[in-house]
């Protein structure tokens, strides 16, 4: 796995978004993509900025 491939754990991605946990999940519950690896929950960091930018162009338009 190349070494620029980041996944993140709930509170990380909730630390790089300034947000708390529980909004993690309920932007999970919208459509963040997630990887489910046994009973962890992890973020492809790459996957979740192109998905907050999406979100942010929406509401531009």
């Known amino acids: 796995m190349p070494a620029d491939i980041k996944f993140l754990t709930v509170e990380e991605v ?7 946990r529980t909004t993690i999940y309920n932007l999970k519950k ?3 993509p997630f990887i489910k690896l046994g009973k962890n ?5 790459d996957a979740v900025v192109k998905w907050v930018r999406g ?7």
């Open 41 to 45: 929950i992890r973020f492809d960091q």
């Open 14 to 20: 909730a630390e790089m978004l300034q947000v708390k």
């Open 55 to 61: 979100k942010a162009q929406q509401i531009e338009e």
């Open 30 to 32: 919208k459509g963040l």
